[in-house]
């Protein structure tokens, strides 16, 4: 297992690099039954929370509030900055993946055994609705402007597009074989992970077009985006793919820890990726693309979301 550098590393390497923000890491751990907080400025796990059911996808919400998403137990939770539950509804399905709707009070999270995504209240957590979906439904994301409702359909090859605020279908569009992890880029295109066929499938989601489809390494999971780049976790390479966002080109392929999953970027130009075999946050620098540290976590990190508050805790 790789592991974390000492303090004094860590300070020299962030003070380097320039200006450190006080961002936290809420990494869900399945194998733990935990989420590890992680001081991004520092480099110490502030806290662990015990977090039962296998905890997998997660979603932070304004003022520190986290959303944890259980599979075995089918439990989704809404837990303060200080982990105390809030709210607590066990769902009768295959809870997976979760967005949140600040905007409109609304939290979402799919359905992977019966096609479907579960529309909630984000403070209650209380039912609102259901949307239909494809076949094994999975990764979940908004897009920055609000607009958009994006969903990987894995066992469908496909990708649904819904107005976020009437929650109508605009587009469902074929990709690549199993998609699961999926994220809109800051100028609103939608990278879609396909984990079977080893590519990105790059939509506008306005019109339902497919721009471009990007050859990446093995089994690719989650996207993140940051100094122009966009960055692709490889579940089977141990590596995360770097793709240039002006011009879609291979930009670079990056050693980060054993079955990188959950990946995500912070408000100072970097990327967190967490790697589930290594109980590890690999932290790397967008721009210079060297990995500046490696944090531990509880066992087996997942990540399987928007994991990152951009800020200091309230």
Not at 102 to 121: E, H, I, K, T
Not at 207 to 214: D, N
Not at 215 to 234: D, L
Not at 283 to 302: H, K, N, Q
Request: net charge negative; with cysteine; aromatic share 8%.
């Amino acid at each position: 297992m790789r592991r974390a550098p000492d303090l004094a590393l860590w300070l020299a390497l962030t003070l380097a690099a320039g200006p450190v923000a006080g961002d936290m890491a809420f990494v869900t751990c399945q194998n733990g039954n935990a989420v590890s907080v992680l001081d991004l400025s520092t480099g110490e796990e502030h806290a662990r929370w015990s977090v039962s059911g296998k905890p997998a996808g997660v979603a932070v919400g304004t003022g520190g509030t986290v959303y944890t998403v259980s599979p075995d137990s089918k439990s989704v939770r809404r837990l303060s900055a200080a982990g105390e539950t809030l709210a607590d509804v066990t769902l009768d399905g295959g809870p997976i993946g979760v967005a949140h709707d600040a905007q409109r009070g609304r939290l979402f999270v799919s359905d992977w055994y019966n096609a479907r995504l579960w529309v909630l209240d984000d403070e209650t957590l209380a039912l609102l609705r259901t949307l239909p979906a494809g076949a094994a439904p999975a990764g979940l994301a908004l897009s920055r402007d609000g607009a958009f409702l994006a969903t990987a359909e894995r066992d469908a090859d496909r990708v649904a597009l819904y107005d976020a605020e009437t929650l109508a279908l605009r587009h469902s569009v074929p990709v690549g074989t199993r998609p699961f992890g999926l994220g809109f880029a800051p100028d609103g295109r939608l990278f879609v992970g396909n984990v079977g066929s080893n590519d990105v499938t790059v939509i506008d989601p306005g019109t339902g077009a497919i721009l471009a489809t990007l050859p990446v390494g093995e089994r690719p999971y989650g996207v993140a985006f940051a100094a122009g780049r966009a960055f692709v976790t490889n579940q089977y390479e141990n590596s995360v793919s770097v793709i240039a966002l002006d011009d879609l080109r291979p930009v670079a392929t990056l050693e980060v820890g054993e079955y990188p999953e959950g990946i995500a970027a912070t408000s100072d130009g970097r990327i967190a990726v967490a790697n589930w075999f290594d109980n590890t946050l690999s932290v790397i620098d967008a721009a210079t693309l060297d990995t500046v540290a490696v944090l531990d976590t509880a066992d087996g990190p997942r990540a399987f979301g928007a994991f990152i508050l951009k800020g200091e805790l309230p």
